[in-house]
């Protein structure tokens, strides 16, 4: 799939040189042309990385930035005309994976892009995770114990396979919904309604399979 970018950019000259080139080499681009525009896009669309220009004629980038850092690791370069090193060091402490000053070229933005992308992806995952006698297939998207499969929707599937990853460990609610709903805002009962159901599941399995825990005022991890 094209990796999907959100530009976030109030020149429009500027902003369609760069979608132009970047649609050119690869990638998906949504446009947004100010502040209000980009968090709309940023968190009802599901977005690989964010351009964001820390001048906006509604508000200052940094500050769009700043909240999305509460409830997002989305990656995010942050471009804009002012060189100075309050402004670079700021960006890159609210937590932008990367920087460029104005005037750049479009092919030092498409490789800092590149860059980015490959620093946020996850290890490549096992194609068999086996947690006692749960054998969770990941290429194959299935999940059994000891030859039964388990009939599982797809987001119930995804939160197994999230918890299966790393057994013992807790995940927030708010990771379980960045992980597989991309986006942490959404209400958490979600997320109690899927543990619900699959806990149901586990608990019918002939065989004692691994449970998940729920850790009060956290979220939940897979035990064997």
Not at 31 to 53: H, I, P
Not at 138 to 147: C, F, I, K, V
Not at 148 to 173: D, H, I, N, Q, W
Not at 205 to 210: F, N, Q, S
Request: hydrophobic share 40%.
């Amino acid at each position: 799939m094209r990796p999907h970018l959100a530009l976030i950019e109030d020149e429009p000259d500027f902003a369609l040189m760069c979608r132009s080139y970047l649609e050119r080499e690869g990638f998906t681009v949504t446009w947004a042309m100010d502040a209000r525009a980009g968090k709309s896009v940023l968190y009802e669309s599901r977005v690989d990385l964010a351009v964001l220009d820390l001048g906006l004629p509604d508000g200052s980038g940094l500050e769009l930035l700043r909240a999305l850092r509460s409830t997002s690791r989305l990656p995010v370069i942050v471009i804009t005309g002012r060189g100075a090193e309050a402004d670079r060091v700021a960006g890159l402490e609210i937590g932008a994976d990367d920087y460029l000053v104005k005037p750049f070229s479009q092919r030092e933005l498409v490789a800092r892009i590149r860059a980015v992308l490959r620093r946020s992806q996850p290890p490549e995952m096992p194609a068999v995770l086996q947690i006692g006698s749960l054998r969770i297939d990941t290429a194959a998207r299935q999940a059994s114990a000891d030859g039964v499969l388990l009939t599982l929707r797809p987001k119930e599937y995804a939160l197994l396979e999230m918890l299966g990853e790393a057994p013992g460990r807790v995940f927030s609610t708010e990771q379980v919904l960045e992980r597989i709903w991309g986006a942490s805002w959404q209400q958490p009962a979600t997320v109690i309604e899927h543990v619900y159901r699959l806990r149901g599941k586990l608990a019918a399995l002939p065989t004692p399979a691994p449970r998940i825990t729920t850790v009060r005022g956290y979220g939940y991890r897979l035990d064997p």
